[in-house]
């Protein structure tokens, strides 16, 4: 809303203005009146109205005066007048009034003058906003320009940077800090605007440089530019969803925000808001391996680079990692297999390479894994497709993560699909799930569902292919891994009856004494004498 000041010295007059048109209707509020000169004066320098409507005869002194006295403030002024007026509205519109109206207003004229000064305010203030915009764009890449200069020319340098950092409003005796955040996006132009109605409360700069869009922050803290960020990005998501909600196109919604990065450089001193862009713009170069964090800091990154979680699972070389993975296809050990993707994601993040080193090593890893168990199982091959859906994903996916997830799944598909090749073959890799798995809560209804079969026939064919049913073949190869534990480990008795499966520890008690003919204690005390005796 533009803002209007009322100055007249007749108090039914200024209410008749306040009524004669609907004000918000046309872009303004009124903010404030004034009844003589001085008072005027006063007002507009305090509430700095963008409309003054002012009487040209006014006690204490003309309106005339009054635009004098006020000519610093950026008020725009429309005179009211009287017939006999004429001369003093003449020498008014010499001293840039916006036209003048006599006395008593007719709301038409009234709504055509004001309509056309608050076309010319905004015609001013994008004017204005753009002139500033390409200034601060010359600056920042003057700054960029001799940022790691030495010391030739110091002085030029030292005075240019000076005025750059000025119209940047970087004033080093009242700035103390500065950083400076770079978003990318597939469209800049609709970026930026977006970016200027975000930020249209502040004076922030916001200009577009190297392809990206940058923001400096002076005024607040790293946490709280770090949350303005993150809200512009959930703002920008939203927009798309209003934007998307009547095309067709929902389904990519959670994804819509895909080609908006954003990286936050440290603060530092003014003078090096270059070094501050320097690390947002490599910070931003690590998006890659940072699916769902919505602005990427130092401390994001210091947070995430940790140590893997499973150091022990690629101790071979690289090129032994597609006979691991395919090991654990063909065992069909689903844990195994998101575990090995799971590091190899910790692995790559914790590398150093580039994403396009990652993208060729998962190229190579997916195709080398699938030559494999190709190779032991052609039959394969035609269930499982060709290898275009997949290396396609690994190239076009924007994260590390998204791709990671999408060869899992084609590795798991792998598994599922050799499960489904024969019934003897389907059965041996039944039984080695089985003894993989033997910890997990395992049911012939959760074997049928993974291995796509009727559980009834599984538990017919288990009896036939093991000469015992399932659950007495579950229950041997828990009590065998138990007696183990029992004589290798110092864990206690209710530990490994978890370990090995079974939340009660009573049950496990009696299944260990069936099968085993004693209790777990005394069979860890008779294993315990017969080995001193050995020794």
Request: contains cysteine; proline residues 2%; aromatic residues 10%.
């Amino acid at each position: 809303m533009l803002k209007v000041l009322i100055v007249d010295d007749e108090p039914i007059i200024r209410a008749g203005i306040r009524r004669v048109i609907d004000w918000e209707k046309y872009g303004y509020e009124i903010c404030g009146e004034a009844e003589d000169g001085i008072g005027a004066v006063q007002a507009v320098r305090l509430l700095r109205p963008d409309l003054t409507l002012l009487d040209i005869r006014l006690p204490g002194m003309s309106g005339i005066d009054v635009m004098r006295e006020t000519a610093d403030c950026p008020t725009k002024f429309l005179i009211l007048s009287g017939y006999m007026d004429f001369e003093y509205a003449c020498q008014a519109l010499n001293m840039g009034a916006k036209g003048y109206i006599v006395k008593p207003l007719e709301e038409e004229i009234l709504i055509e003058k004001i309509t056309d000064i608050a076309e010319e305010i905004s015609r001013f203030a994008e004017q204005e906003k753009w002139n500033n915009r390409e200034a601060q764009c010359l600056a920042f890449a003057r700054i960029m320009e001799n940022h790691g200069k030495t010391a030739d020319a110091a002085a030029t340098i030292v005075k240019t940077t000076a005025v750059d950092l000025d119209r940047l409003h970087l004033n080093h005796t009242l700035c103390i800090r500065a950083q400076v955040a770079v978003l990318s996006y597939a469209d800049l132009g609709v970026l930026e605007k977006e970016l200027r109605s975000f930020f249209s409360n502040s004076r922030r700069p916001i200009f577009p440089y190297k392809n990206l869009m940058v923001i400096l922050f002076t005024d607040v803290s790293e946490d709280t530019a770090k949350r303005f960020l993150e809200k512009f990005y959930d703002n920008l998501l939203l927009e798309r969803i209003r934007a998307k909600k009547n095309t067709g196109a929902l389904r990519s919604i959670a994804y819509s925000n895909e080609s908006l990065l954003i990286a936050l450089g440290t603060r530092l001193p003014p003078k090096d808001i270059g070094e501050s862009f320097l690390i947002a713009e490599q910070l931003l170069s690590r998006a890659f391996f940072y699916r769902g964090v919505k602005c990427l800091c130092m401390d994001a990154l210091s947070r995430n680079e940790t140590t893997p979680s499973y150091p022990g699972l690629f101790k071979n070389a690289d090129a032994m990692r597609s006979e691991e993975l395919g090991a654990f296809i063909q065992i069909i050990d689903t844990e195994k297999i998101c575990g090995f993707f799971k590091t190899f994601e910790e692995q790559c993040v914790l590398s150093g390479k580039t994403s396009r080193e990652i993208r060729e090593e998962c190229i190579s890893l997916i195709l080398e894994t699938r030559n494999i168990v190709i190779s032991k199982f052609p039959s394969l091959k035609a269930s499982i497709g060709n290898s275009k859906k997949i290396l396609d994903a690994i190239m076009e996916r924007r994260y590390l993560a998204d791709i990671v997830d999408e060869m899992t799944r084609d590795c798991l598909n792998m598994s599922h699909r050799l499960a489904c090749l024969s019934a003897d073959g389907s059965f041996r890799r039944i039984i080695s799930y089985v003894k993989n798995n033997y910890a997990q809560n395992l049911s012939l209804k959760t074997l049928g569902q993974l291995f796509h079969h009727n559980y009834a026939y599984l538990g017919k064919r288990f009896k036939e292919y093991t000469g015992r049913s399932f659950h007495t073949y579950l229950d041997i190869l828990r009590v065998d891994a138990a007696k183990e534990m029992l004589t290798s480990s110092k864990m206690k008795v209710y530990e490994i009856s978890s370990a090995v499966g079974y939340a009660n520890t009573d049950y496990f008690y009696s299944k260990f004494r069936k099968y085993a003919g004693e209790s777990p204690m005394e069979y860890k005390r008779r294993h315990a004498k017969t080995k001193d005796k050995g020794q």
